[in-house]
């Protein structure tokens, strides 16, 4: 099997600009990913925000079969026309892994068709993830639940369209529930939303978390080559009437 090429991206800003990520993440969310998850099945490439194109060049993103995306500081500061390409890669056959607050990231938001609104409270609190599709792929090797005891609650309703598959459900320690682990399809592209990840909680030290997000990468790589279907004028398959 040929090695899937995975780009990470992130801001990288609250790593550089706050003390308490800082503390976390001193090389970067984006590196802490990479660590975790790195195999001999993957060739990662890293990119961020302040790179020239944010990392995001079109031989980057024609050589990128699964990218993961984290964001949250500094959405409005990504490149419209890049967003825009990354969307229109997705739709090509590329996979997109949404990290936590990138469910506000242009790319998620086009692909989604909504404002991706969702309810939160930025104190880091105690949750439970709930594993309710264990045959899926993306829940190969993970528990029947796992704990995060600390990380920002994201709560219902989270303004999404309806959820290919549900993969994960979140319960908090204040009560709210959060559909924070589900696919969609857009035209040949796979995506995979996932809510942990606020910058002053560990959760990409968590060893469930990353298993969910290497197992998403391999789920969310692209399966053959596009299949082209026919546009525009078209003559008939069969006979029409008396033709």
């Known amino acids: 099997m040929s090695k899937i090429r995975l780009t990470i991206w992130s801001e990288f800003v609250h790593e550089r600009r706050d003390e308490i990520p800082g503390r976390i993440y001193p090389d970067g ?37 699964v990218m993961t995306w984290w964001g949250h500081t500094a959405h409005k500061l990504v490149d419209d026309e ?13 996979g997109f892994i949404a990290l936590h607050s990138a469910h506000y990231s242009k790319p998620f938001r086009a692909l989604m068709g909504t404002d991706c609104n969702l309810c939160w409270r930025p104190k880091n609190e105690h949750a439970h993830v709930w594993n309710i599709n264990p045959s899926h792929p993306i829940a190969k090797g993970v528990p029947y639940s796992f704990k995060l005891d600390e990380e920002e609650m994201y709560g219902e309703i989270f303004n999404i369209p309806t959820p290919d598959e549900l993969v994960f459900i979140t319960w908090w ?17 796979k995506i995979f939303y996932f809510h942990p990840g606020h910058e002053t909680a560990p959760s990409y030290y968590n060893e469930n978390v990353l298993q969910v997000i290497k197992n998403a990468v391999y ?25």
């Open 173 to 189: 320690a204040g009560g709210e529930v959060f559909r924070g682990g589900c696919t969609f399809r857009r035209q040949y592209g």
């Open 219 to 243: 789920w969310a790589k692209p399966d053959n080559a596009p299949f082209v279907f026919p546009t525009g004028k078209k003559d008939p398959e069969e006979p029409i009437g008396g033709e």
């Open 82 to 94: 890049i967003a825009a390409k990354v969307v229109r890669r997705v739709k090509q056959g590329m």
């Open 29 to 65: 969310m984006h590196m802490q990913i990479k660590r975790g998850i790195e195999c001999d099945d993957f060739d990662i490439r890293v990119a961020t925000l302040d790179m020239p194109e944010h990392g995001l060049t079109d031989e980057v993103l024609e050589s990128t079969d």
